[in-house]
């Protein structure tokens, strides 16, 4: 007997299976070199703005919006070097560690900072001025502390003895 309701069975078409995604293992090598890569850029951009900043005075708010030199303004010194060179540098080690998920990563940053430093302090302008001076306190202190930041993160690294 036949109800009217009859339905045929239809088989699916046959179906190319789809490319398999890429493991995250695959993409490992890449993350790794990239994190490398963007920290050793961003120790470079942080220690050329700190290097920059660090003659900023009071008197340059106001006359830098005139088009004058930062540093050409009167007034003390003030320390944003300090706190971008203890900020950045913690941020871009934390970076370098967390991206990579190696302990090494910490070094190429580190290292490209403190050479940077090192060269600015010795290095002479075409009017004989020190790029960092001795006389700059500010200068000094945040050498001190742009590189007192690495060595505390890393040796925070060596007793957590797990990575963040």
Same mark, same amino acid.
Do not use: C
């Given at each position: 007997m036949s109800t009217g309701h009859e339905t045929?069975?239809?088989? *699916? @078409?046959?179906?190319? @299976?789809?490319?398999?995604?890429?493991?995250?293992?695959?993409?490992?090598p890449l993350i790794r070199a990239g994190g490398v890569v963007v920290s050793i850029l961003a120790a470079l951009i942080s220690g050329f703005l700190e290097i920059n900043l660090s003659t900023l005075r009071s008197g340059d708010l106001v006359t830098i919006w005139r088009g004058d030199a930062?540093?050409?303004?009167?007034? @003390?010194?003030?320390?944003?070097?300090?706190?971008?060179a203890g900020g950045l540098n913690w941020a871009i080690a934390?970076?370098?560690?967390?991206?990579? !998920? !190696? !302990?090494?990563?910490?070094?190429? *940053?580190?290292?490209?900072?403190?050479?940077?430093?090192?060269?600015?302090?010795?290095?002479?302008?075409?009017?004989?001025?020190y790029l960092l001076g001795g006389e700059n306190w500010v200068a000094l202190v945040m050498i001190l502390v742009g590189s007192l930041t690495y060595a505390i993160f890393s040796y925070r690294l060596i007793l957590k003895r797990s990575l963040p």
């Amino acid at each position: 007997m036949s109800t009217g309701h009859e339905t045929e069975v239809s088989t *699916p @078409p046959e179906q190319t @299976p789809a490319p398999e995604p890429r493991k995250p293992a695959d993409w490992e090598p890449l993350i790794r070199a990239g994190g490398v890569v963007v920290s050793i850029l961003a120790a470079l951009i942080s220690g050329f703005l700190e290097i920059n900043l660090s003659t900023l005075r009071s008197g340059d708010l106001v006359t830098i919006w005139r088009g004058d030199a930062i540093g050409s303004g009167g007034g @003390p010194l003030l320390g944003l070097s300090i706190l971008l060179a203890g900020g950045l540098n913690w941020a871009i080690a934390w970076f370098a560690v967390t991206t990579t !998920r !190696r !302990r090494w990563a910490l070094a190429p *940053p580190w290292a490209l900072w403190t050479l940077l430093m090192l060269g600015a302090a010795g290095v002479r302008t075409d009017e004989g001025d020190y790029l960092l001076g001795g006389e700059n306190w500010v200068a000094l202190v945040m050498i001190l502390v742009g590189s007192l930041t690495y060595a505390i993160f890393s040796y925070r690294l060596i007793l957590k003895r797990s990575l963040p």
